[in-house]
C-alpha cells in the first residue's frame, strides 16, 4: 500500500527558512512525480511544484519563484522543499502528492506558520 508522509513543518519567523521532506513508500514502480501543493483556510489546495522521477521539474508557483527550492533523494522516493525568505503568506498546510500509474496519494500535510 502506498504511504506518503510529510515532515518538517513548524513555526519560523518572517525571513526565516524551512525544510519539508516527503517520503512514498509502498510501490516500486521507477516512474512517477511527487508535488508539493498548500492549502490555506477555506481554499483549495494548490500547486507549489512537483518533480518526476527523471528528475524533472514543473514551473514553480509564482509566489514562491526565486525562494524555494525543491530537490529529490538520489536513491529513495522522497523529495524536500527547501523555504526561504519565508513570508506571512507562505503560512499553511503543506501537502505532498505522489502520482504513480494515473492514481494518487496524499499525505497528511504538514503546518507551516510564518509569524513574528
Known amino acids: 500500500q502506498v504511504q506518503v508522509v510529510e515532515s518538517g513543518g513548524g513555526l519560523v519567523q518572517p525571513g526565516g527558512s524551512l525544510r519539508l521532506s516527503c517520503e512514498a513508500t509502498?510501490?516500486?514502480?521507477?516512474?512517477?512525480?511527487m508535488s508539493w501543493y498548500r492549502q490555506f483556510p477555506g481554499q483549495e489546495r494548490e500547486l507549489v511544484v512537483g518533480?518526476?522521477?527523471?528528475?524533472?521539474?514543473?514551473d514553480y508557483a509564482d509566489s514562491v519563484k526565486g525562494r524555494f527550492n525543491i530537490s529529490r533523494h538520489r536513491t529513495k522516493k522522497m523529495i524536500y522543499l527547501q523555504m526561504d525568505s519565508l513570508k506571512p503568506e507562505d503560512t499553511a498546510v503543506y501537502y505532498c502528492k505522489v502520482r504513480v500509474l494515473d492514481r494518487e496519494y496524499w499525505g497528511q500535510g504538514t503546518q507551516v506558520t510564518v509569524s513574528s
Open positions: 509502498g510501490f516500486t514502480f521507477a516512474s512517477y512525480v
Open positions: 518533480i518526476h522521477s527523471s528528475g524533472t521539474t514543473t
